[in-house]
């Protein structure tokens, strides 16, 4: 590292330990009244670093050093102006701005591996793997921190002054750290595809609830969105292709080799690589690498375009071939009419057809599809339920009881009770059966419980105008596809799940209400879906009341239905009646309503506010919003299909000689997993004592030790430590007193009113984080403390202050406390 770079990370370390440490430079401390009293306004700016970041994406790392330093220069200096501006910041606000710090620590690591690479093709050195590792870095990691929308204000600006719509500031800016912290979690998270699932899906509902209550800036929000999406359709292509993403890639790869696996084995390779770029881990990139120059030493231009669409052929199964049957026999028909030729009227209808519906339009609904797991929240899809179950059964007993029945004699000791007609033939009507014995019986209830999965009532509504074409149309029936498909999968899995989809069009009037409760009827509501080309205006409001009342319709037809989810689809804007809505909704009181708006090229501002006040009241209500160019980009795949999932066609033809095809895995992948088994055993001993080599040093010189207590938590979890991970969890979220006497609160305004709110508003996203992220018990305590850890800085408390917060003012936190504590233990089972 330059020395000119290293001074500049030094001067963020002191920005995040906070204005104290800035402060001790005599120019600061003069400066500080001046810049408060003019108003000063810190502006940061990532040109340069924009610049630098396309370079180093199109190889000039290798092709054009020098240019590519040039750049680097120029983002170098970028960020010096950049820490000097949030240097200011923490001075002027006394409390360190950590989003922007942090965000700023991040870019210095990129520019520090980009010095690297440079210098080192600059010196005839080149390193191929260290220039990939650059060329790839994650966008996420050098997104901005999230901030709110303000007139006159550009997007980089540093906030100094509170935002006219927000009464606390500081608990605003934690919320939306929590964000960029589970995203900063799932980059880091390289080997259990499901926890980073989790994670991403975590971060993605936040962002939606932050996106729909606050005014945040569309293009942080839409970055973030892109990210999400992109990671979680890439995990859900992984796991189509063979890939289990509840254990480790580098177990998983040694298996598929062992079982001569090659899909699945390159599936876990492929998906070690990515997961090493985006966390910049060079030590396995680097590897990962050369073993998939290996593999693609044919090379093969088309492989990530083939492999998406093999991909659609395995996350949606039977639905692919179903959109891709109708979409080819709709454009064949309407082909067929104009060569035939018929009626000006016809013609023009059937040339408006193939407008609507062009050529390749199933490649642009299935890609669409695949990517709708990852775009959107639509709630939930199957409870369990517990159902009591009682069978009545008639026992017959020797002692009186009201009920007496005639039942065949079955040996002489029958004799007594038997209702004997000829005396002579008795014998004879007891070995033929005839001879009828009174027996008394008794009514016994059998009762028993079993747990269904069943699934709510989901109501698709989706917009049918005349202005839902081209990618509008193809993502909003790319929607209900999706949901098809994984409708069909759970219908076909035996077993007691329950689960019914409705779905209609609107323009200014509702269309028919479709049923689907089979897999017949899931084909033919495919072909629907894909091939029907619809016009007209848009009337919302129709459109959410006739969803509100075919929910009724339903609980009506089955009283134990536990909830329902609406799903609305729209491009346009439309007057709405809230309180008409509210009404029609407060009528199914008790029966939970999700509402999932998905607004499509245009924003609709009455249908985001109806969202946030429905979110404010407890209602679970996602608002989501694509414009036209992301819509764009889902379609053509440009998203999600950036990457080969599945291994060259060399491989698959050796399937056909085993000989052969183990010799090829062996030769090309066998020394690159005992590298990475052999570097993941290296770090776990190297993790564990760096941790204990600082905390003893902390403790020397008189500091507390709880610095990386969640790096700690995660590895007690993975070794199943569950002592030691129950000490630290307690430590950091002891059980509050059952009764706690209460206490004076601090005054508002006051620093200690201050911290008490920043405590219980990180205690609070602790705990919606690990409900949503679900997992283990001690994987759930190692999440709450890795979690809080990342979230006291953002909320300008120490691990010391932390706890001095929970130890004077036990009452305040008392709630807060027990709802992590719920979380962390988990639902009870139904």
Known sequence: MSERLGAIGERLERVVRGPDAIESQLLFRVARPLLAIAKWRASIDATALETLIAALRADETTSDPAGAKVKLGAAIDELERNVLAVERVAIVKKRAPVAHALWLRRVFGVLEIAEAAIDLALEKRPDEALARVVAKTDSSALLPPLVLRREGRTPLEVPIDQHPDVEDARLVDLELAAIDHLMAAARAETLVLGRKRRLLVAARQRLLEASAALPLVREGVRERTGYIAREITRIDRLEAAGVDVSVSLVHQARQALARRDPARLYAAISALDASALS????????????????????????????????????????????????????????????????????????????DYLPEHSDRAILRAAVAADGLFEVGGALAPVRLAEERRILRMVRHPTQDLVLMPAEDVNDLRDAVIGDPRSILLDLATGRLFARRFVREEVERRTRVVMRGEVRVYVLDGSGSMLGARARVRDAILVAELSTLTRRLEEPGDTRCTLFYRYFDEALGIVSRIDSVAGARDAIRDVVTTRRTGGTDIQLALLGSLAQIAEARALDPDLASAQIVLVTDGESDVDEESIIAARNALAGLPIGVSVIALGMENPALRGLVSRQRAKGEAAFYHFLDDEELREITEGALTGDLALHPPDRWTELTRDPQKLARALDDEVAGLLDELESIDRGRDVAALERLEEEAQARREVGLTDDHGDGERARHEALRKDRVALAARYARWFPEPPPAPSPEQLPRPGTKERDDVDAACCALASVAEVVVLLGGSPIARQADAIELLERLLPDAALTPARYRAVLREFPAAVANSLRAVRAAVDGPRPP
């Open 279 to 354: 966390a910049g881990d060079r030590d396995v990139a680097r590897r990962t690498s050369r073993a998939l120059a290996r593999i693609w030493s044919g090379g093969a231009p088309d492989a990530a375009a083939a492999s998406l669409d093999r991909s659609a052929n395995e996350v949606l199964g039977a639905a692919a071939v179903a959109v891709k049957s109708a979409v080819d026999g709709a454009r064949g028909d309407a082909l067929a009419r104009l060569g035939l030729g018929g009626l000006p009227s016809e013609r023009m209808a059937a040339e408006a057809f193939l």
